[in-house]
């Protein structure tokens, strides 16, 4: 019985120690400098500063904003400008891998979708603002006045035959 209670512990150490690794937070890198700053808003007081490759601790993520922990200090930057995972030196592999994949560049991003930064509970409380949809409205151009911008950019039409034309739609 000891034996069997010895074999458990020493089995189930290496998955107590895991468990615990996971929950720290995750490794990161800035990818540019940027501010960071006491809460997750862009005009929120900056405690600090990220340079450029600087290593960080991803601890939590709002919206378009992750709260990270550096040397120097810790509060809220924007999620574009930290890469996720640990800081890697290039190499000429890793330029030839991300250049096959298509993703060389800074940030080695391909695509970024929806970031809005709005929590559940402020859709919520969002209210209807008929000044905001009256701007928004005094926006609208005519089919003739878009026209006129294409021409004016010289941008020529490109013919789509899988997408059927909308009744009202440009011709």
């Known amino acids: 019985m000891r034996k069997l209670t010895k074999l458990l512990i020493a089995a189930s150490l290496p998955a107590l120690l895991l468990a615990n690794i996971s929950m720290a937070g995750e490794a990161g890198s800035a990818l540019k400098n940027d501010s960071i700053r006491f809460e997750p808003f862009a005009d929120a007081k900056v405690t600090g500063t990220l340079n450029r490759g600087d290593s960080l601790e991803i601890i939590s993520k709002k ?3 992750l709260q990270v922990k550096s040397k120097k200090s810790a509060g809220w930057v924007r999620l574009l400008s930290v890469k996720r ?5 290039s190499n ?3 330029g030839i891998l991300a250049a096959a994949s298509g993703r060389a560049g800074t940030g080695q991003v391909v695509s970024t979708t929806g970031i809005r930064g709005l929590s559940a509970e402020e859709l919520k409380a969002a209210k209807f603002n008929e000044s905001e949809v009256k701007a928004l409205e005094s926006y609208t151009q005519s089919a003739e006045q878009g026209h ?7 941008l020529k039409t490109i013919s789509f035959p899988n997408l059927k034309a909308v009744n009202g739609g440009a011709k």
């Open 63 to 65: 919206g378009a904003w």
């Open 85 to 89: 995972g640990g800081s890697s030196s």
């Open 92 to 94: 000429q592999t890793s």
């Open 148 to 154: 006129q911008f294409a021409n004016a950019g010289n």
